[in-house]
């Protein structure tokens, strides 16, 4: 079974985000990158279906050069071929309508001929920086495919997938043939962590690289503004046993006592 994960170069999670003085860019100078949570998931089920089925697993991701790294680490995690759609690095992020034209086009550029060269194409939910939500749905219509967003449980039954996602008070299941596009949600797996060793053999490998096709996507970004940080206080009350009192009366007035 042939699968494919899509994945996002995106800044750190945990980093403090700086944007550049005209609002228009994150300041990278300082800042760690790194793969989506989701999509780390993409990729560990995407590696987890080729070992229990055989086949090939494969990592495409849209950007600059510096992508690399991230398909680099989807490689060291057990995928076995990966792929870049190159960008400009000057150019300004490409929004969810480019991306999913974009990957959509190079999806078919990898399938060699084939209509779809792919059993499954597993997307991240949504990325860690934008959270779109679109790119997945976006893509599976571009290449008439089914999709499943949201899923947190998969298996493969012969040529049919099983997809499930959490409802209020239950849970739906989906079975939809191959080939299919799923959009997973972080619990699905447990993401490897890769050793030294795959990060070093990774490397060596070869990146296929592919030119994408710009298009307009109607909407302009204005600017880009970092949520305000909630302020709190610390109020110390007290020290040694002489504290004791007063953080009983503290509980009982929050009323945990």
């Known amino acids: 079974m042939e699968t494919l994960a899509c994945i996002k170069r995106v800044p750190d999670t945990g980093a403090e985000i700086i944007l550049t003085d005209d609002k228009q860019d994150v300041d990278a100078s300082t800042l760690g990158y ?8 993409a990729i560990e089920e995407a590696v987890q279906v080729v070992e229990d ?19 680099y680490e989807g490689i060291a995690r057990g995928a076995d071929e990966g792929a870049l759609l190159e960008t400009d690095p000057d150019d300004e992020e490409w929004g969810p309508k480019a991306t999913a034209k974009a990957l959509a086009e190079g999806i078919e550029a990898l399938s060699d001929g084939a209509a779809i060269g792919f059993d499954v194409l597993f997307f991240g939910n949504e990325s860690a920086d934008n959270a779109n939500y679109q790119v997945g749905i976006t893509v599976a ?47 699905l797996n447990t993401p490897r962590y890769p050793s030294m060793r795959s990060r070093m053999q990774a490397k060596k490998q070869e990146i296929d690289r592919l030119e994408p096709t710009r298009i307009e996507e109607g909407l302009q970004k204005v600017e880009l503004q970092v949520p305000e940080k909630e302020e709190g206080e610390a109020e110390v009350l007290g020290e040694g046993p002489e504290a004791a009192d007063r953080a009983v009366e503290v509980m009982e007035e929050l009323e945990v006592l």
């Open 141 to 187: 219509h571009h290449l008439d495919l089914p999709v499943v967003t949201g899923v947190k449980d998969f298996e493969v039954d012969g040529e049919t997938l099983v997809a499930k996602r959490d409802v209020p008070g239950g849970s739906e299941v989906f079975e939809v043939d191959t080939p299919a596009v799923i959009t997973v949600k972080e619990g």
């Open 53 to 71: 089925e055989g086949g090939t697993s494969t990592v495409l991701s849209l950007g600059p050069d510096d992508s690399t790294e991230q398909i």
């Open 34 to 41: 790194t793969i989506s949570p989701h999509e780390e998931c």
